[in-house]
């Protein structure tokens, strides 16, 4: 006799067989939702839009600042760095190693970019130039969230879909950074259908 619990497991594995056949990758911006609605499309689009779960520089103390640029600004540049951290997996509102990080710079040199501030910044933004004798202190504390709380948990700069007919959607996505590999994505979007 076949348990409860083996049925409802072989229910899931078909949902999930279900689900991700329904969506095909085409490249790395791009995949097709097949057999689905137009409110199904709007809703997965929103759903990356604003509520899907990324790590960013959540709370800034500046211990001193002698740059030209107030305190304020200097957070708020540092606060919107994209970072490149691997999928976390704790629960709700658990914190762990992965999401929330306390990382404490300081630097004098000319110009600072954003990976001298940790190796999970995405390289190669100004942070601020620094003129002679001028120097910045700052802890910066890493946590998770949606871009429903702040624009910098926002994944992408735009992701919108074109109708290919009544049932079939192609979404293309306009990303900030290389972060996510688009097959995470399509992963949190399949979860998100069932």
């Known amino acids: 006799m076949i348990s409860s619990q083996e049925i409802q497991k072989n229910k899931m594995v078909h949902l999930n067989n279900v689900v991700s056949q329904r969506i095909k990758i085409i490249d790395q911006t791009s995949f097709i939702l097949s057999e689905s609605s137009f409110q199904e499309a709007n809703n997965l689009r929103k759903f990356y839009l604003e509520k899907m779960e990324t790590i960013a520089f959540d709370t800034i103390i500046i211990h001193k600042n002698t740059s030209s640029m107030n305190d304020d600004l200097l957070a708020s540049r540092i606060g919107l760095i994209p970072l490149i951290i691997d ?8 914190v762990c190693d992965v999401c929330c990080k306390t990382i404490r710079f300081w630097s004098k040199t000319n110009r600072v970019l954003s990976q001298e501030i940790s190796e999970l910044c995405k390289p190669g933004i ?69």
């Open 87 to 94: 999928a976390c997996v704790c629960v709700d509102n658990e």
């Open 126 to 194: 100004i942070v601020c130039n620094l003129e002679r004798d001028q120097e910045i202190d700052v802890t910066v504390i890493t946590r998770k969230g949606t871009a429903q709380d702040h624009a910098k948990w926002s994944l992408f700069d735009a992701m919108y879909y074109e109708p290919q007919s009544k049932t079939s959607f192609k979404f293309l996505i306009e990303m900030n950074s290389e972060i996510i590999p688009i097959e995470s994505i399509i992963e949190m979007g399949i979860r998100y259908l069932k």
